[in-house]
T-cell receptor
Framework: SQQGEEDPQALSIQEGENATMNCSYK?????LQWYRQNSGRGLVHLIL?????REKHSGRLRVTLDTSKKSSSLLITASRAADTASYFC???????????FGAGTRLFVKA | DSGVTQTPKHLITATGQRVTLRCSPR?????VYWYQQSLDQGLQFLIQ???????AKGNILERFSAQQFPDLHSELNLSSLELGDSALYFC?????????????FGPGTRLTVL
């Protein structure tokens, strides 16, 4: 089964609203990453949060990590139509190999 | 532009055939990763090479093989193709050995098996 599981599977919001996506994982990790994928294109790295960090910001992105619950959330504030994409969390085991991606959250931002 | 290139962009072939997908990593990156993305299986890690040597294997079928050459480009060979092999195949690269650091993805090769 997959290491990372995102929810919701799909999210539809209006431009200007905030979007929150969640990710759960199963084993100990070194860090957790979030990637974005525009339809049928390559993934783009958004942000990395280390296992000893609880929160990280990058522009309109805010990521939290709760290692006790083995979960992370990605918040996109003041969303734009250009944020429409699929968002994936990715983890690797503590050995540092075999990155596992979750199934992704499909975000649709209506203009 | 991630700096990772993949060729070809699209590939259409028949069942039973063999194809080769090619990837050039970002300049200076020593690790290359291959992923398969299909609608039913999501994004699956296949294999990682680091500086020419295989470092980690994921859900790679025995019909698939890969290698990384001295110039660090990599090829993924898919043989005895089946309809279910139709998918997007991504290559990614990173600077070091560990896949938990940032990976840079190529644009992908869309394989269609008819």
């Amino acid at each position: 089964s997959q290491q990372g599981e995102e929810d919701p599977q799909a999210l539809s919001i209006q431009e200007g609203e905030n979007a929150t996506m969640n990710c759960s994982y199963k084993t100990s990790i070194n860090n957790l990453q979030w990637y974005r994928q525009n339809s049928g294109r390559g993934l783009v790295h958004l942000i990395l949060i280390r296992s000893n960090e609880r929160e990280k910001h990058s522009g309109r992105l805010r990521v939290t990590l709760d290692t006790s619950k083995k979960s992370s959330s990605l918040l996109i504030t003041a969303s734009r139509a250009a944020d429409t994409a699929s968002y994936f969390c990715a983890t690797a085991n503590t050995g540092g190999f075999k990155t596992i991606f979750g199934a992704g959250t499909r975000l649709f931002v209506k203009a | 532009d991630s700096g990772v290139t993949q060729t070809p962009k699209h590939l259409i072939t028949a069942t039973g055939q063999r194809v080769t997908l090619r990837c050039s990593p970002r300049s200076g990156d020593l690790s290359v990763y291959w992923y398969q993305q299909s609608l039913d299986q999501g994004l699956q890690f296949l294999i990682q090479y680091y500086n020419g040597e295989e470092r980690a294997k994921g859900n790679i079928l025995e019909r698939f093989s890969a290698q990384q050459f001295p110039d660090l480009h990599s090829e993924l060979n898919l043989s005895s193709l089946e309809l279910g092999d139709s998918a997007l195949y991504f290559c990614a690269s990173s600077a070091d050995l560990y896949s938990y650091n940032e990976q840079f993805f190529g644009p992908g090769t869309r394989l269609t098996v008819l």
